[in-house]
DNA sequence: ACATAAAATGAATAATGATTCACTTGTTAG
DNA sequence: CTAACAAGTGAATCATTATTCATTTTATGT
């Protein structure tokens, strides 16, 4: 015997991998999926495309792998703002904000992320993505109604429809066929834009003016 | 001069592109932009391929122009049940009602309007179509404003969330990821949740608990 | 140094599907 | 009937990219 994969090896072999995941994370954050292709990614990362395939099952795979990271993150984001102190409506608030402000500060990757046109498999994650924010958001819910902030509902619903009307809000403003001007919003705007998506979706919630 | 087209030509041709255009609009309606090429339609058709290129410039050309005509028809419903007597709030409700129900009644092409991924020129026909609802939306919220009905608020941007709540609600049970099995709902909890997202959108809309 | 085995390479291949175009067929007017 | 032109054809071509694999390079243990 003669090889032996070795500790040195193996950490080289893992910082390869991530060397590849990271410029396929920018080259996303860059153009989107569409614009992100292995040849690309791998040229970015420094090896050859045939690399790539010894870390990566398929281009579906690495990028499904790219969108559930970045995904992850966001989704907990929102968890956090779900998990501190007050009533269930106002971390409901904090966790809505929370959501449309990370958005708007990084616009190319959250339109990857909420509406892109994507392959099957990375769509297959879009929809575990949006259904991980609208567990949080029902767990909340179901929370709030137990306290009593939140009358009685379709939990599960009306944290599907949480999940939309913020999405679909924010899916023109992020949109690239806006110019970069009209998509680079002034603080102000989007201090509006955030605060009418609030109101829209806490009045949803509880029915209650404000 | 030989050749002129005559009347019987221009029938013969206009009844061609008809043929082209409808049977592309069934291959959509059985399994989504996806699985619909152009072989296929113009096989449909019983035209060959390069007959269907004498009528429409591109593949992108002939989809655009599908999508948009079935969804011209979704919001030309939701605007006639806005254009109804009543309360803005009644109206509006009724034209949720419209919207949900349709989709639920023919779910494969309603979810290649609303969710499906689709190539760059079907994309930007969606994002006029989701701007046409909201704009109908949007208009009757004024009115609602107007008479008192409904409280002062951004009405563009509650417009943009009803759209959200009520697509996203309907991307699930229309997902071709379910299986057939789940996707067909039984009319009792069709009822349900479209009783459910009426319910979240007018609150959200009045700030008033029903 | 050398034998062994794994890792890296990237040009060649494969797969998919839209689009073209040289040619055939059909239509019209005189 | 025929010249003149338009419509129709569909196999061949083109374009785009993911994926493979024969070959080269690199690492390891003796």
Chains 1, 2 share one sequence.
Not at 4 to 22: D, G, H, L, P, V
Not at 183 to 191: A, D, N
Request: charged letters at 25%; one cysteine or more; hydrophobic letters at 40%.
């Amino acid at each position: 015997m003669a090889y032996r994969e070795t500790e040195k090896m193996r950490n080289r072999k893992a910082e390869a991998r991530n060397r590849i995941f990271n410029c396929g994370v920018r080259c996303v954050m860059e153009g989107g999926f569409r614009s992100a292709q292995v040849t690309h990614v791998a040229q970015a990362a420094g090896v050859a495309t045939g690399t790539l395939y010894r870390y990566f099952d398929s281009k579906e795979e690495l990028f499904a792998e790219i969108f559930r990271s970045a995904t992850q993150r966001e989704v907990d984001k929102v968890a956090e703002a779900l998990a501190t102190e007050g009533t269930a409506v106002t971390r409901l608030e904090a966790a809505l904000r929370q959501f449309a402000e990370r958005a708007l500060r990084g616009p190319t990757m959250a339109w990857s992320l909420i509406a892109e046109p994507v392959d099957p498999k990375v769509e297959a994650e879009r929809l575990l993505y949006r259904q991980a924010y609208a567990r949080h958001f029902e767990q909340a819910i179901r929370e709030g109604i137990e306290e009593g902030s939140v009358p009685p509902q379709e939990a599960r619903q009306s944290s599907t429809c949480l999940v939309g009307a913020i999405a679909e809000s924010l899916v023109g403003p992020l949109s690239p066929a806006q110019t970069d001007a009209e998509r680079t919003m002034s603080p102000q705007q989007q201090q509006e834009l955030v605060e009418s998506i609030v109101c829209f979706c806490i009045q949803g919630l509880t029915g209650t003016r404000r």
